[in-house]
């Protein structure tokens, strides 16, 4: 080992980062020249007349279920897709291939106005089923090509070695390469679903009553956009860290046996 | 059905539990077709070791893999315990039980535990409960001197350790042979005993062996027969001692000769 000779280097440049960071905030907020005031904002967590949730929270229900139901379906979706990518049959594997790439490569946005405004309006969908159909779908191609890449770098002994016991193919696939490819994935998959529930906040557009659609209507009647805009996003913020934090607490569990 | 052709087939090959006829194999390599095995013909008998010598690319491991059908074969014929591939009734996984296999790199399966390891392939492939599967892994591990490790995962064990587990769970489907390729290969040099013991052991209580090994002093002692493979032929077939002492082949007594320089 070397000797870690310029670790103050490094703690030198921490410092003056958060040194900078900390006073471009608190010069724009003295520039602002803004009395804050976040005390309103409590009344639209919990309504004190009517005694139920407020904007808020239901907004943030509403991501909640977007993003759950779009990440159960576009992980379902996505795994069968990834399946059909590496089969052998070319005009399944071309067409999935030809899906993923068209919903990997729009915006999520124009994903969204197509489904809502063309699909939508064919098949009467809600608002709510528009965007959660959009964002599953828009999920499930990425969840299908981290599920395609992570199936092709399986290590070919660990296959020879199944087979060479005697296991048919359905065993294989079962207990000894899903366990180990899903392991793999789970990095990439938590990566995806953080990106999937900040995204969700695009289906405000179509107005879904999500979080941020719920910050625009506060804004409309409060006009405090600042407070507002500060508060949603440290909302995003917990929900998604509470999110990864589980995903790395699960890698954690699970990496026993896989890298020692 | 199945039950009377099995009977019928080890009659024919009386107790050859290995036959091998003129098969052949070839690579798609950049320079065209490249033959890996050129018309290989071998019979493993019960009870017999045989180890196959040869300079890397002379075709030993593709004889192993062919023999369990992890590569398949351009001609020729492969018969294991009466059932030929291809003719045989029985789906290829159910041929593959007859035989265990040991790899170079082990190739433990890294989310199982040691135990987990050894019991998975009676419990799949023999339909054993867990209790009795787990029985059976934890006499195996006991005999490859590992029953402290059981609860281990593949990663916390050494090199030599990953091959004994590996040795174990081969064994636990009970197979008639037990291929072995080059089990030693991927050791450090002081942990190759730990490995070759075992495999004494095993030859010692009469289990039917075909290994691929660069350990020729161990190739020595545990064989029954030694082999040079050649370009993807048999050039010797000898008893170890005639084999080491009084080679025929000019390439073999090459090949012996570089490795005693």
Same mark, same amino acid.
């Given at each position: 080992?070397?000797?870690?000779?310029?670790?103050?280097?490094?703690?030198?440049?921490?410092? +003056?980062?958060?040194?900078?960071?900390?006073?471009?905030?608190?010069?724009?907020?003295?520039?602002?020249?803004?009395?804050?005031? %976040?005390? %309103?904002?409590?009344?639209?967590?919990?309504?004190?007349?009517?005694?139920?949730?407020?904007?808020?929270?239901?907004?943030?229900?509403?991501?909640?279920?977007?993003?759950?139901?779009?990440?159960?379906?576009?992980?379902?979706?996505?795994?069968?897709?990834?399946?059909?990518?590496?089969?052998?049959?070319?005009?399944?594997?071309?067409?999935?291939?030809? %899906?993923?790439?068209?919903?990997?490569?729009?915006?999520?946005?124009?994903?969204?106005?197509?489904?809502?405004?063309?699909?939508?309006?064919?098949?009467?969908?809600?608002?709510? +089923?528009?965007?959660?159909?959009?964002?599953?779908?828009?999920?499930?191609?990425?969840?299908?090509?981290? %599920?395609?890449?992570?199936?092709?770098?399986?290590?070919?002994?660990?296959?020879?070695?199944?087979?060479?016991?005697?296991?048919?193919?359905?065993?294989?696939?079962?207990?000894?390469?899903?366990?180990?490819?899903?392991?793999? +994935?789970?990095?990439?998959?938590?990566?995806?679903?953080?990106?999937?529930?900040?995204?969700?906040?695009?289906?405000?557009?179509?107005?879904?009553?999500?979080?941020?659609?719920?910050?625009?209507?506060?804004?409309?009647?409060?006009?405090?956009?600042?407070?507002?805009?500060?508060?949603?996003?440290?909302?995003?913020?917990?929900?998604?860290?509470?999110?990864?934090?589980?995903?790395?607490?699960?890698?954690?569990?699970?990496?026993?046996?896989?890298?020692? | 059905?199945?039950?009377?052709?099995?009977?019928?087939?080890?009659?024919?090959?009386?107790?050859?539990? #290995?036959?091998?006829? $003129?098969?052949?194999?070839?690579?798609?390599?950049?320079?065209?077709?490249?033959?890996?095995?050129?018309?290989?013909?071998?019979?493993?008998?019960?009870?017999?070791?045989?180890?196959?010598?040869?300079?890397?690319?002379?075709? *030993?491991?593709?004889?192993? /893999?062919?023999?369990?059908?992890?590569?398949?074969?351009?001609?020729?014929?492969?018969?294991?315990?009466?059932?030929?591939?291809?003719?045989?009734?029985?789906?290829?996984? *159910?041929?593959?039980?007859?035989?265990?296999?040991?790899?170079? /790199?082990?190739?433990?399966?890294?989310?199982?535990?040691?135990?987990?390891?050894?019991?998975?392939?009676?419990?799949?492939?023999?339909?054993?409960?867990?209790?009795?599967?787990?029985? *059976?892994?934890?006499?195996?591990?006991? /005999?490859?001197?590992? *029953?402290?490790?059981?609860?281990?995962?593949?990663?916390?064990?050494?090199?030599?350790?990953?091959?004994?587990? $590996?040795?174990?769970?081969?064994?636990?489907?009970?197979?008639?042979?037990?291929?072995?390729?080059?089990?030693?290969?991927?050791?450090?040099?002081?942990?190759?005993?730990?490995?070759?013991?075992?495999?004494?052991?095993?030859?010692?209580?009469?289990?039917?062996?075909?290994?691929?090994?660069?350990?020729?002093?161990?190739?020595?002692?545990?064989?029954?027969?030694?082999?040079?493979?050649?370009?993807? /032929? #048999?050039?010797?077939?000898?008893?170890?001692?005639?084999?080491?002492?009084?080679?025929?082949?000019?390439?073999?007594?090459?090949?012996?000769?570089?490795?005693?320089?």
């Amino acid at each position: 080992m070397y000797p870690r000779k310029l670790s103050w280097i490094f703690t030198i440049l921490s410092v +003056m980062v958060l040194l900078g960071a900390s006073s471009l905030l608190f010069l724009s907020f003295q520039r602002l020249d803004y009395t804050w005031d %976040f005390a %309103f904002l409590k009344d639209y967590f919990w309504e004190p007349t009517s005694g139920k949730p407020g904007l808020i929270l239901q907004g943030l229900w509403g991501t909640f279920y977007i993003s759950l139901l779009s990440i159960v379906g576009g992980s379902v979706i996505g795994l069968l897709l990834g399946l059909v990518m590496i089969c052998p049959e070319p005009l399944a594997r071309k067409s999935a291939t030809v %899906f993923v790439d068209v919903f990997r490569n729009t915006p999520v946005l124009v994903q969204l106005y197509v489904m809502y405004f063309i699909v939508g309006t064919a098949l009467e969908l809600s608002p709510e +089923m528009a965007g959660i159909l959009t964002l599953s779908l828009f999920c499930s191609a990425y969840v299908a090509d981290i %599920f395609r890449a992570n199936v092709l770098e399986f290590d070919k002994g660990q296959w020879d070695a199944a087979r060479a016991m005697g296991l048919h193919q359905g065993q294989i696939a079962l207990y000894i390469m899903a366990p180990q490819i899903l392991r793999r +994935m789970l990095p990439a998959l938590v990566g995806q679903f953080v990106s999937l529930v900040k995204d969700s906040s695009l289906v405000s557009v179509i107005s879904v009553n999500d979080l941020t659609k719920s910050a625009l209507n506060v804004i409309a009647v409060s006009f405090r956009s600042f407070e507002t805009w500060f508060v949603i996003a440290i909302i995003y913020c917990l929900l998604n860290y509470a999110l990864s934090s589980y995903g790395r607490y699960l890698e954690r569990r699970l990496r026993v046996g896989l890298y020692g | 059905m199945v039950k009377a052709e099995s009977q019928q087939g080890s009659d024919q090959k009386s107790q050859a539990l #290995i036959s091998l006829r $003129s098969v052949s194999k070839s690579y798609q390599g950049p320079q065209g077709l490249h033959p890996v095995l050129q018309g290989l013909s071998l019979d493993v008998m019960k009870g017999e070791r045989l180890s196959l010598i040869g300079p890397s690319g002379s075709g *030993k491991s593709t004889c192993l /893999r062919v023999i369990n059908a992890l590569e398949t074969i351009s001609g020729g014929e492969i018969t294991v315990c009466g059932h030929t591939y291809g003719q045989s009734s029985l789906p290829v996984h *159910k041929i593959r039980q007859f035989t265990g296999m040991v790899f170079q /790199r082990f190739e433990l399966f890294p989310h199982l535990s040691v135990l987990e390891n050894v019991a998975l392939a009676p419990r799949l492939t023999k339909s054993w409960a867990k209790d009795r599967a787990e029985a *059976k892994a934890h006499e195996l591990l006991e /005999r490859v001197g590992l *029953k402290d490790h059981v609860l281990k995962y593949p990663s916390q064990l050494s090199g030599g350790q990953q091959q004994r587990v $590996s040795i174990a769970r081969a064994l636990a489907i009970e197979p008639e042979v037990l291929l072995c390729d080059e089990p030693t290969s991927a050791l450090d040099p002081e942990l190759v005993h730990e490995v070759t013991d075992i495999l004494q052991d095993l030859a010692d209580g009469g289990m039917t062996m075909l290994i691929v090994t660069h350990e020729m002093a161990f190739a020595r002692r545990v064989s029954t027969a030694c082999l040079f493979l050649e370009g993807g /032929r #048999i050039v010797e077939q000898a008893t170890p001692d005639e084999f080491f002492d009084n080679p025929k082949h000019p390439r073999l007594q090459q090949f012996l000769r570089i490795l005693h320089a």
